[in-house]
């Protein structure tokens, strides 16, 4: 471990360092460009520029040492990133019991459901170097897609508390009075990855096709290989977004099919009266 | 209509309702609340309110803003959850029923029509839809009309005006064939023009259909021209019920 240690600090890392500091150099600039219209980043922009750094320097130490990390290392890491990815998520709900639980259940149900796809044809390799990036970006995106379903799924549901609450009025079944905005909340969660599949090449070359390109791959099957790290995005999306409005609807009602979402300003149940 | 026994089919029930010339008569309505209370973190929205309310009996609910009269009217079809005490529907406490048949059988009417997109056909279907029924067009037509809505089956609900958005709210609710109406100011985001005509026609409704009624109205006048008692409430608290006429000029 101490050897690799050693060969990795070599003239590379050098070289990465130097060309990090000239990066941090032109932020710096940038922030200094902004304090000349009173916009005052400095201290945020310097704390995220180092935290930046020192975790992808870290993420570099554990890739090289696991390296040829066996499948459970694998796992065990993305299951790491699956709990933090579940905690920013739910962050947007806040104040919603099992809020955490949920995020992490569809998160974990849709980055896991199509790792595993990937892994069973082959199109993955499970040795740590080549599963915790790709599996990392599946789950980052699981994680936008879950934080976008959430947050629309209660927009929607606190904007139309009369509708609902008129259905349910009317003996209609909790998911009858809230399908149009599940609906609509599972395609909002799906729309950045659906544009993004139509962008790709056209307004963007992603990490992974222009990787392998430098590496030395033939730059047909990594546009091919792209593609088909953005479709196991969109469909590791898809899953996340469904399972966490279809958990949510169970949490915004009782069991006696009252609605308990309202709208923050209102703590009471109806206009005064 | 077929033979079966309303209590297991209200949907028969309910198809035969909408012809308001029909003499056969729906279940009785009789509706009573014991000790109902409603706490929201330390308020009391409804506090240990006890009546009991006839089948056939229209009752109005009057009280300065913020006495709990729409939180009263919301425990009495269990759009919200009592925090103690309960409510019988024809002796029967009403957690025992399941929440979508209940609502099916008290009705309720808000003060804005809240309608789905879509026709006033498929709006007057909703609550029959919901049993898997589909309520035929002749129905609908016949409910349209009662509310004076003749011809407006097709319309979208985007082309009505508020006064018509009320009248197929009401008509919305009567499709399900309720025992007990609920009324939350059901004229208040009207016209003065219009409040009187939409009076009249819960009232004639109410009384063809014998169903029992509790509106909840900051109109004194309302109450008076259309309960017989009045409930007046003050704080979350029942402070009388009596003789509308005597509760208002006692007040």
């Given amino acids: 471990m101490l050897a690799e240690l050693r060969d990795m600090i070599g003239h590379d890392v050098m070289v990465g360092l130097a060309q990090a500091a000239g990066a941090i150099a032109l932020c710096a600039a940038v922030v200094l460009l902004c304090r000349w219209q009173a916009v005052r980043v400095e201290r945020e922009a310097a704390v995220s520029l180092l935290r930046g750094l020192v975790q992808m320097v870290l993420v570099g130490i554990v890739l090289a040492v696991l390296l040829n990390g066996s499948l459970l290392i694998g796992a065990l890491i993305l299951l790491l990133m699956t709990g933090a990815a579940a905690v920013t998520a739910a962050g947007r709900i806040k104040g919603m019991g099992g809020a955490l639980m949920l995020c992490f259940w569809s998160i974990a149900a849709g980055a896991g459901i199509v790792l595993a796809a990937m892994l069973a044809t082959g199109s993955l390799r499970s040795q740590v170097a080549m599963l915790v990036p790709v599996g990392s970006m599946i ?70 096709m222009a990787g392998m390109v430098v590496s030395g791959a033939s730059p047909v099957y990594a546009g091919i290989y792209q593609f088909i790290i953005v479709a196991m995005i969109l469909a590791a999306s898809g899953i996340t977004g469904l399972i966490a409005t279809v958990l949510m609807r169970r949490r915004v009602f009782s069991a006696a099919a009252q609605l308990l979402l309202r709208p923050a300003e209102a703590d009471k149940p109806a206009p005064a009266g | 209509m077929t033979t079966t026994a309303p209590s297991k089919d209200p949907g028969g029930a309910g198809l035969s309702a909408q012809f308001p010339e029909r003499s056969e008569r729906l279940p009785p309505g009789a509706l009573e609340t014991r000790h109902l209370s409603r706490q929201i973190g330390g308020r009391r929205l409804v506090s240990d309110v006890s009546v009991q309310i006839g089948r056939g009996e229209i009752v109005a609910v009057v009280g300065p803003s913020g006495a709990g009269k729409s939180s009263f009217l919301r425990l009495l079809n269990r759009l919200d959850e009592p925090t103690s005490g309960t409510v019988l529907l024809q002796s029967i406490d009403y957690r025992t029923i ?34 898997g029924q589909v309520l035929p067009h002749d129905n609908i037509v016949a409910l349209l009309e009662r509310v004076g809505l003749a011809g407006f089956a097709d319309r979208d609900i985007g082309h009505l005006s508020g006064g018509e958005a009320q009248r197929v709210a009401l008509a919305r609710t009567l ?59 003050e704080a979350g608290r029942l402070v009388t019920i009596g003789p509308t006429a005597e509760v208002l000029h006692a007040g």
Wanted: charged share 20%.
């Fill in chain 2, 175 to 233: 499709a399900n064939a309720p025992e007990v109406l609920l009324l939350d100011e059901p004229t208040s985001a009207l016209d003065e023009a219009l409040v009187r005509g939409i009076e009249e026609l819960i009232l004639g409704i109410v009384r063809e259909r014998q169903m029992t009624c509790i509106i909840v109205t900051h109109n004194r006048a309302q109450a008076e021209r259309m309960a017989g008692r009045t409930m007046l409430m």
């Fill in chain 1, 139 to 208: 789950i980052a995106n699981a994680m936008n897609s879950c934080a976008q379903a959430i947050e629309r799924f209660r927009a929607e549901v606190t904007a139309h508390v009369g509708q609902v609450e008129a259905a349910l009025s009317l003996g209609a079944e909790p998911a009858v009075t809230v399908a149009p905005y599940l609906r609509s909340a599972v395609y909002a969660s799906l729309l950045p990855r659906l544009d993004m599949m139509k962008s790709l090449g056209l307004v963007w070359i992603p990490g992974v």
């Fill in chain 2, 98 to 131: 399941a929440p979508q048949e209940l609502r099916r059988r008290v009705g309720m009417v808000m003060q804005t029509a809240y309608l789905f997109p879509g026709t006033v056909a498929a709006n007057i279907g909703f609550g029959p839809r919901q049993r």
